[in-house]
């Protein structure tokens, strides 16, 4: 996958995270996703008109490693990947100051990362980037949906025929009773 906006989240290629972390101030979403701005390994996360990055170089990515114990860029991803998905990460979003915790408040290996909001132009380069950089994820997952699909029969396809035919209405029998008691040929749609 290439990038057509710079530095952004799509030159992280199949190492991009995207994930939505709630900010516990005021309970809003935001998208949070690697980047590797300005070469180096950077955490971003934006509410799709704002952005704010770790602006991590590699001096100061290197520093952040030794006071936290990490011993890779892998770990880092690792770390944020399982807070993600563990829902452990949490936010507080206060002007343009963001603080981003992975692990729970108590846990000593937790990791902090202070984000900085970017200027406009940069946040553009940036949303365009991660939009795009999503979109060629999407696309690389549906072609190897199509492609696991083509191999084998799809069970959502035939999950999905089945549970059709289950709605459609079926005749209980030529006569049904009316109110009065009387018969009429009307269908009943019992689903019997």
Not at 80 to 87: C, I, P, S
Not at 109 to 136: C, N, S, W, Y
Request: net charge neutral.
């Amino acid at each position: 996958m290439e990038s057509g906006a710079g530095d952004a989240c799509t030159s992280l290629s199949r190492n991009e995270i995207y994930g939505i972390v709630v900010n516990s101030g005021d309970r809003d979403q935001y998208l949070c996703c690697t980047s590797g701005r300005g070469g180096a390994f950077n955490i971003c996360i934006t509410n799709a008109s704002d952005v704010w990055s770790t602006e991590f170089t590699s001096e100061k990515l290197s520093e952040h490693r030794r006071q936290h114990g990490v011993t890779s860029t892998e770990e880092y991803k690792t770390k944020l990947r399982k807070a993600l998905q563990g829902v452990s990460a949490s936010l507080l979003v206060e002007g343009s100051i963001a603080t981003l915790r992975l692990g729970r408040d108590v846990d000593p290996r937790g990791l902090t990362f202070h984000l900085i909001k970017l200027p406009d132009a940069e946040t553009r380069l940036e949303l365009q980037a991660v939009l795009f950089g999503m979109a060629g994820r999407v696309g690389v997952l549906e072609q190897r949906l199509e492609r696991e699909g083509a191999a084998t029969a799809s069970p959502v396809k035939s999950q999905q025929r089945s549970t059709a035919a289950d709605f459609e209405p079926r005749m209980q029998g030529p006569l049904s009773r009316t109110p009065g008691g009387g018969r009429t040929s009307t269908p009943s749609l019992t689903g019997e």
